[in-house]
């Protein structure tokens, strides 16, 4: 079994056979859609993304999180979103008052710090960074906050990726595809996990059954399983 810690379940409609998926939402739609989901390898999030908090009401989406098993993907983006950096960190602080000790989803592009000491502020427990980017030095403060970080498949070409992957603590380093993403022209998928494993056994010098197995143990502490 392998484990995507962060996908867009809803956009693929495709069964994967030996992959473990955490379905992230982001918007009402889509959390309505993840929310039917019947597999008992999915877990379904519900969010509204920071691309979207100025185009959904917050509460529509609160109420779903009593059926959610977590939430995500919600954070802030200060490079892409459109929406008023206030607006985002109203959404983003309301989502963590109502996470019902639930493992939050975070995305934080250009706004690494910010989310973390939010994340810290309202008490989270269990946190994953997707996609992590951000200063390599603030990987210590999210091990010593109990957080994880997701690395994808990105890691094969993407050098600031790759330099946190060779410098992530490796208990706190999970796998994903952001499956349903397109980037650079190729869609994302689960089964790109496995050139994740392979590039993590290379630079942690480990068998790629190692890798997997240390990835399962990661991905079960970040989703309380």
Same mark, same amino acid.
């Given at each position: 079994?392998?484990?995507?810690?962060?996908?867009?379940?809803?956009?693929?409609?495709?069964? !994967?056979?030996?992959?473990?998926? *955490? *379905?992230? @939402?982001?918007?009402?739609? @889509?959390?309505?859609?993840?929310l039917s989901l019947n597999?008992?390898?999915?877990?379904?999030?519900? *969010?509204?993304?920071?691309?979207?908090?100025? =185009?959904?009401?917050?509460? @529509?989406?609160?109420?779903? +999180? %009593?059926?959610?098993?977590?939430?995500?993907?919600?954070?802030?983006?200060?490079?892409y979103s459109e929406a /008023? =950096?206030?607006? $985002?960190?109203?959404?983003?602080?309301?989502?963590?008052?109502? @996470? $019902?000790?639930?493992?939050?989803?975070?995305?934080?592009?250009?706004?690494?710090?910010?989310?973390? %000491?939010?994340?810290? =502020?309202?008490?989270?427990?269990?946190?994953?960074?997707?996609?992590?980017?951000? /200063?390599?030095?603030?990987?210590?403060?999210? #091990?010593?906050?109990?957080?994880?970080?997701?690395?994808?498949?990105?890691v094969t070409f993407q050098?600031?990726?790759?330099?946190?992957? #060779?410098?992530?603590?490796?208990? +706190?380093?999970?796998?994903?595809?952001?499956?349903? !993403?397109?980037? =650079?022209?190729?869609?994302? #998928?689960?089964?790109? +996990?496995?050139?994740?494993?392979?590039?993590?056994?290379?630079?942690?010098?480990?068998? #790629?059954? $190692?890798?997997?197995?240390?990835?399962?143990?990661?991905?079960?502490?970040?989703? %309380?399983?």
């Amino acid at each position: 079994m392998l484990y995507d810690a962060h996908c867009h379940y809803s956009l693929l409609k495709k069964k !994967y056979e030996g992959y473990f998926i *955490a *379905a992230v @939402s982001m918007d009402y739609n @889509s959390s309505v859609e993840t929310l039917s989901l019947n597999d008992k390898n999915i877990l379904k999030g519900v *969010a509204i993304h920071p691309w979207n908090v100025h =185009k959904e009401k917050i509460e @529509s989406v609160l109420p779903l +999180i %009593n059926k959610a098993d977590f939430i995500g993907e919600i954070g802030l983006d200060y490079k892409y979103s459109e929406a /008023p =950096k206030e607006l $985002q960190i109203r959404y983003f602080e309301e989502f963590l008052k109502n @996470s $019902q000790d639930k493992t939050v989803n975070v995305h934080a592009v250009n706004s690494w710090s910010d989310v973390l %000491n939010l994340l810290i =502020k309202h008490d989270i427990k269990r946190a994953i960074f997707h996609w992590y980017s951000g /200063p390599k030095e603030l990987l210590r403060d999210i #091990e010593g906050a109990g957080y994880f970080i997701t690395i994808n498949p990105s890691v094969t070409f993407q050098e600031k990726h790759k330099i946190i992957a #060779e410098n992530a603590p490796s208990n +706190i380093v999970l796998t994903e595809s952001d499956g349903g !993403y397109v980037y =650079k022209g190729k869609l994302l #998928e689960p089964t790109d +996990i496995p050139s994740t494993i392979k590039f993590l056994s290379k630079i942690w010098n480990e068998d #790629e059954r $190692q890798v997997e197995k240390k990835i399962e143990i990661n991905f079960r502490k970040a989703f %309380n399983l």
